[in-house]
Nanobody, 122 residues
Framework: QVQLVEAGGDSVQAGDSLRLSCTLS??????IGWFRQIPGKEREFVGA????????DLADSVKGRFSISRDHNKNTVYLEMNMLTPEDTAIYYC?????????????????WGQGTQVTVSS
């Protein structure tokens, strides 16, 4: 069993930045992904990385604005979000998958955090 805890969600203005964190109880799985979801819509892939750092994948909608980093000492993965727009408003989730390469399908992930709300106002 792996617990994931997200933090950092907030209400901000368009153009602002936020950093979300995802802290894992243990680093059992190599692939950590970020997804977001709007009520009534499917969960959308945002990005993923491997703990080794050998792979990093970002959705086209966030490339150039979002980045992912890791702190091995803290078992924490960060989602750095810049130039936020109202379209980025969603609940953001992190998840863990037992693969040594990044995956962009929610069904590939086994453990999920509880989510953190990001609201961007125009």
């Amino acid at each position: 069993q792996v617990q994931l805890v997200e933090a950092g969600g907030d209400s901000v203005q368009a153009g602002d930045s936020l950093r979300l964190s995802c802290t894992l109880s243990k680093r059992t799985f190599d692939n950590i992904g970020w997804f977001r979801q709007i009520p009534g819509k499917e969960r959308e892939f945002v990005g993923a990385c491997t703990w080794s750092g050998s792979q990093l994948d970002l959705a086209d909608s966030v490339k150039g604005r979002f980045s992912i980093s890791r702190d091995h000492n803290k078992n924490t993965v960060y989602l750095e979000m810049n130039m936020l727009t109202p379209e980025d408003t969603a609940i953001y989730y992190c998840a863990a998958a037992p693969y040594d390469r990044t995956k962009n399908l929610a069904g590939d992930y086994i453990y999920w955090g509880q989510g953190t709300q990001v609201t961007v106002s125009s």
